[in-house]
């Protein structure tokens, strides 16, 4: 789940300014004299330079075919000044993107930042997401990092989408066909064996090209274990970025290996939510916040660029690195709608990126944009999926007189986190069910919206199996469990500080629940603990209520520590099939589902 976790950084970094740097031999402009600047470098590798493109995305989740409501869409603006929101999105368009980028550019290499599989569609996700796998082997993806995501179904089965085999429990999909793996390395620098001491899987990759050779460092964030279910990463820890990405590159720099880029599943929060903004005004870096920047900013001057990726946001930019230097630092949004092109320029002579102290290499974002061709083998590939999962995908479950937003949402509490919370009360409040008063959901695990319009055969309005999967692709088993008054206050005071103080996780309630959160506050002080009320009464800190939530979050997971001191736990049905029987019994083609007004929560500005 792609919310930012807090960070645990010590102390203890400083920023390295030039003149450490210079004491440690390292120049601060990297070019000898009278180096080529890298303005006119050669394409053909006949020249001291040579100019390798460098093709990004990230947090692809399986989004096979192009992904529905706002989730399909990116923002971008006009010249007039004016913003344009256009369809993007999809293997098939995203492939046909990639390839029309490469042609004329003989040393062209492709990189992604992470969760390529996980909380994925139907599509991909009822496969374990083998199909998304061969996707990326098609479309010629080089090099991965990996993210939270690839641990959702834990350390062997990560392991089994590198390696290749039938999966464990379900076997092979097709007869006469074994699923071969990636044909790309994932690299875990910073996921290491608890026993061991070694990384998971290779720590970094070194791309090849007559001659010319880039290292490719992977992280995933630091806070992994804080947003994934525990068991999926035991026997694993995750390690400082930076510190990890420092220790590599000098292990690459020792090889010969003067040429670095890192790949960074943990991202920033952009000024503006349009892809193609002027991420560097009114300075460089200025309009980028968030985790990112602190990595960034101490990363050492051996890596080159900075591939990211978690917040979905989509963002350019050049941000200093310690020495002063700039350094490009992107994300291509998510869901495959966008892909980063990076102009990388190599000089033969040093075996180094040109970098200038004032220039950076050139880096945008371009729309993967569906009025393009398709490219075949993808639509081959799909297809051939699709017919395996169809009798299951495109089952009716309900009907909807509008969008529900969800992933979508411009507010704290969305339409469809109110229909999530009703559906898990509906589905465990009855006496040998649970008996739950309430129910709580976590924002990040709204995959999605739920369109009106069709994507498929079965008409506007009309709910399908598989869309219902891929707003719920996790298939947690549904909690019950005890809190007094003061663990669910203290529950509802974490959405805004300790962990997520920076980057508030605003819990979707069930019908009944009320409160008032002031924005305007800092910290805890944000819920106004006399507002909190259930159906109409005042919650009692010294009362005991049966509260329902999905075990991610019984778990304390996405810091709701709170929540892990529950007792009496009953396990009800999951959260899926909780969500398509509330669907079912609540709307028909004659009484569709209306959007919640999503009034349940006050907010405060």
Known sequence: MPATPQRRRAVRRLTIGAAVLAAAGIAATALPAGADTGQGARTDGTGRTVDVQLLSFNDFHGNLEPPQGSSGTVEEVQPDGSKKSVPAGGAEYLAQSLRTARKGHPYSVTAAAGDL???????????????????????????????????????????????????????CYEDGRKFRGAGFPYVTANVTDDKTGKPLLKPYSVWKRKG??????????????DIVNAEGIKGLKFHDEVETIN???????????????????????????????????????????????????????????????????AYACTVPDPSGRPRTVTSAASYGRLYTDTTLTYDRRTRDIVRTTVKAPHSANHVVDRTQPKAADLTSLITRWNKLAAPVAGRPVGHISADIAGRGATTPESPLGDVIADAQLEATKADG????????????????????????????????????????????????????????????????????????????????????????????????????????????PAKTYRVAMNEFLAGGGDGFPAFKDARNKYVGPSDLDAFTAYLTAHSSADKPLTPPKADRITVVK
Do not use: W
């Open 433 to 540: 069910k649970g008996g739950a008063q309430l129910a709580l959901m976590n924002p990040g695990g709204v995959r999605s919206d739920l369109a009106f319009k069709a994507s498929g055969p079965e008409g506007d309005g009309v709910v399908t199996y598989g869309e219902a999967f891929t707003v719920q692709p996790f298939t947690n088993m549904l909690n019950v469990v005890d809190l007094t008054g003061a663990q669910l206050l203290s529950g509802l005071q974490q959405q805004v500080s300790g962990p997520n103080a920076a980057s508030p996780k605003i819990l979707q309630v069930s019908q009944g629940l009320t409160y008032t959160l002031d924005m305007t506050k800092s910290g805890a002080d944000r819920v106004v603990k006399d507002s909190v009320k259930l159906n109409g009464v005042a919650l009692d």
């Open 117 to 171: 599989v996980g909380a994925s569609p139907l599509l991909s996700g009822l496969f374990h997401d083998e199909p998304t796998v061969e996707a990326m082997n098609k479309l010629g993806l080089d090099v991965t990092s990996v993210g939270n995501h690839e641990f959702d179904e834990g350390r062997s089965e990560l392991t089994r989408l590198q390696q290749g085999g039938c999966h464990p429990k379900d076997g």
């Open 247 to 313: 220790k590599y590159a000098k292990v690459l720099n020792r090889q010969g290996v003067k040429a670095i880029v890192a790949l960074i599943h943990e991202g920033g929060m952009p000024a503006s939510t349009s892809y193609n903004y002027n991420c560097d005004s009114p300075g460089p870096g200025d309009g980028i916040s968030g985790p990112i920047t602190e990595i960034a900013e101490h990363v050492t001057p051996r890596v080159d660029a900075l591939v990211t990726g978690h917040t979905h946001q």
């Open 212 to 225: 010319v050779k880039i290292g490719f460092i992977g992280v995933t964030l630091e806070g992994t274990p």
